[in-house]
Structure formats: structure tokens, C-alpha cells
């Protein structure tokens, strides 16, 4: 892990790969315990911590309920941002929805110990805006960009949560935070300028207060079409996105734009759920020949769908062990 940070080339690189567990989410140790197994099941070398995506829209007033399957993800009830002028009034109301997440990664880290790192998932400001509005990014985008004099402010009351769930995350062990951009850095959300404009601050707002100690922070950047030069701005260890994706660099592209190491090379939703082993494990060679294995950390491009098979995960690691 030191090595690839440093963007040197160890014996091999490290890997880890994350997905949601629907059933277990709603309860910290079952989720921990879940976590714990499947990091020692596959040999993970680094656990980015998998918490209840609506955790963070329940937290300012957002309802959700479990869907009861494992294939399901949380169900909307009530959103917390119904319409404009509640963006006004956008307080925590919940904090229970986050402390549950900090607990179930302090068992986590404990229970791995510290020879494999734990990185807390974190949105970024405008990722739960996002949520709070039902999870309507062309909603939220719209508001925004009409009504900054509302959003922005809104914006700074969700970092400083944010900001304050990192540093509990890491006091309970976390090595660093994974911070989720959510498919607003896009050509398909919003031109490059306005995000600058209207998003980069809230974004500087949380990374930049992380903890010294936090010494493994990922910047990760969902969707197609990236305005990948973003990356610069977002200070972190390592850079992650889908090389899948249409519109973004492959990894030795990243790397070179970043200066940074980069997470990802394995496609989520493609060879890990619908290919066999051996085209997972030649998609992982693959992304070790093109960056020479030098500042790689070996994953998933995003969040691997429940149905995946243990078989792919456990690919990954034959892979580098071959």
C-alpha cells in the first residue's frame, strides 16, 4: 500500500474491491461482520468501507426503509428537501444515521487490524444534495445553477457534517476517507466552469480539513465524460474512476494528470458480474502492463452490483498471485 501511494512498484500490487450488502447495512456489526468476512475471505489488501448509501440524506431528515432484498437497495418514504424553499431549514435531524456508520467501521478496523487499511466512503456536499431532493441530479443541478443565493449555503451546512464524519471516522480508525463525486463532475451535469464556480468550494471544504493523520484518501469520480482536469484541485493519496466509462482516461492517463496513484482498472459492471474468472483476471493483468504496476492500486472502477459472484472477486487476487 506504502509502495503504490508513493507510485513505486512493490511485488505486487495491492487490490480490494467494494459493493453494497443491502441486508446487512441497516445494522452496524452485521455490517461490520460482513465487511470482516469478505476482506479475509478475498485477501483484500485495503477495505473501502461500504456504508448505507442513504446514510446521508437520513441524517438531514430524509426517510428511507429497507427493501427487504439483497438485491434491493434502501426505499425512499420521504425526502427531506421536497421542494425549494426547504433548503432554508436543511438541518441534521438524524444524527444516529451516521453514528451507526462510524461504529460499524471502528469494529471493522479493529477487527482487521492495522496491516489493512480502512478507508470511510464520504459524498461530496453536492452527492447528498442530491439524495435530499430524492436523488434527482438534473433536479438539484437546476436549483443550483437558478438559485446559488439557497444551495450554496446548503452546501456549507453539508460539508461541515461531513467534514465531522470524516474526523470521527478516522478517530475510530478509518486510515482515510473515499470522497464520491457522484456524476456532477461530468460534461453531462454541468460545463466545467460552473463547477468550479458552484461546487469545487464545498468539495475544498471537506478535503481540505481531513485530518493529518488521514494518510489514504481517494478522490473517486462516478460517471462518463469526466472533466478529469478537475482532479488537480482535489487534494488526495490516489484518484479513482471507471476506465470503463465513456469519456475518461485509462489509468496511465490518470496517473499522469493526477501525479497521483490511481484505484480501478476492473470493469463493475461488466467482467466481475457477467464475465468468467480468467476475464477478470486478464482485465487485472491488463491494467498491471499498462501503469507497469507502479503506483496501482487494483479495484473496481465503482461500487461491484450484490450479484456479483464470489468466484470474479476471488479472480482478483488469483490473478496477482499468478
Not at 45 to 72: I, T
Not at 91 to 96: D, F, G, L, T
Not at 263 to 276: A, I, P
Request: glycine share 8%.
Amino acid at each position: 500500500m506504502e509502495a503504490a501511494l508513493a507510485l513505486a512498484v512493490a511485488d505486487r500490487p495491492p487490490f480490494g474491491a467494494w459493493g453494497h450488502t443491502y441486508r446487512e447495512e441497516w445494522s452496524p456489526a452485521d455490517l461490520a461482520a460482513i465487511t470482516v468476512e469478505r476482506a479475509v475471505q478475498f485477501e483484500w489488501d485495503f477495505v473501502k468501507f461500504q456504508p448505507r448509501a442513504s446514510c446521508f440524506a437520513e441524517a438531514f431528515g430524509s426517510v428511507y426503509k429497507p427493501a427487504g432484498h439483497r438485491l434491493k437497495g434502501p426505499v425512499l418514504e420521504k425526502e427531506a428537501v421536497p421542494d425549494l424553499d426547504a433548503w432554508n431549514t436543511l438541518a441534521v435531524v438524524n444524527r444516529q444515521a451516521l453514528d451507526d456508520q462510524v461504529e460499524s467501521l471502528r469494529i471493522v478496523a479493529r477487527k482487521l487490524g492495522f496491516d489493512v487499511p480502512v478507508i470511510q466512503t464520504v459524498f461530496s456536499p453536492l452527492t447528498v444534495a442530491g439524495y435530499l431532493v430524492g436523488k434527482s441530479s438534473s433536479r438539484v443541478v437546476r436549483e443550483l445553477r437558478k438559485n446559488p443565493h439557497l444551495l450554496r449555503p446548503a452546501l456549507e451546512k453539508i460539508a461541515a457534517v461531513l467534514v465531522d464524519f470524516s474526523r470521527q471516522s478516522v478517530s475510530a480508525g478509518a486510515s482515510g476517507i473515499f470522497y464520491a463525486i457522484s456524476g456532477y463532475a461530468s460534461r453531462e451535469a454541468m460545463p466545467e466552469d460552473v463547477y468550479r464556480e458552484l461546487v469545487l468550494p464545498s468539495d475544498l471544504a471537506v478535503l481540505e480539513q481531513l485530518p493529518h493523520d488521514a494518510w489514504f484518501n481517494v478522490v473517486h469520480m462516478c460517471g462518463s465524460k469526466l472533466h478529469f482536469d478537475l482532479i488537480n484541485g482535489l487534494p488526495s493519496q490516489a484518484v479513482s474512476w471507471s476506465v470503463h466509462n465513456l469519456g475518461t482516461p485509462t489509468l496511465a492517463q490518470g496517473r499522469q494528470i493526477s501525479g497521483r496513484a490511481v484505484m480501478g482498472g476492473l470493469g463493475q459492471r461488466k467482467s466481475l458480474v457477467y464475465g468468467e474468472p480468467r476475464e477478470v483476471q486478464a482485465e487485472a493483468r491488463r491494467a498491471v502492463a499498462e501503469t507497469g504496476g507502479r503506483g496501482l492500486l487494483l479495484a473496481p472502477g465503482c461500487s461491484v452490483p450484490p450479484r456479483v459472484r464470489d468466484i470474479n472477486l476471488a479472480a482478483i487476487g488469483t490473478a496477482m498471485a499468478a
